[in-house]
């Protein structure tokens, strides 16, 4: 079992940077591929991107391609998400979350660790 901390969020004008951060319990935190997720008040939890286990596959939701980037350090037991130019959509409750098995998937199902969110948001 892993559990998941999640910190960096805050409040940033648009245009502006936000870097995420996801501490993970365990030892066997690099068995595990990661992905952050987000959920706007009165929305569905989205998927934002993934990463496999070992950091070689990335995927990222076209609404955040080219501004996010995802990273973990299995030595240090994080992943973050390095967000830049902020958008006032981009506004939402932002979620780490663990999968056992490996592959980098965008279904919020198919992970079974959750930390309890950290909230971004972004002015106009």
């Known amino acids: 079992q892993v559990q998941l901390v999640e910190s960096g969020g805050g409040l940033v004008q648009a245009g502006g940077s936000l870097r995420l951060s996801c501490a993970a319990s365990?030892?066997?935190?690099?068995?595990?591929?990661m992905g952050w997720f987000r959920q706007a008040p009165g929305k569905e939890r989205e998927f934002v991107a993934a990463l496999s286990r070992n950091g070689g596959n990335t995927y990222y939701a076209n609404s955040v391609k080219e501004r996010f980037t995802i990273s973990r350090d299995n030595a240090k037991n994080t992943v973050h998400l390095q967000m830049n130019g902020l958008k006032p959509e981009d506004t939402a409750v932002y979620y780490c979350a663990a999968r056992r098995n490996p592959g980098v998937l965008s279904t919020p199902n198919a992970y079974d660790y959750w930390g309890q969110g950290t909230q971004v948001t972004v002015s106009s």
């Open positions: 365990g030892r066997t935190f690099s068995s595990y591929a």
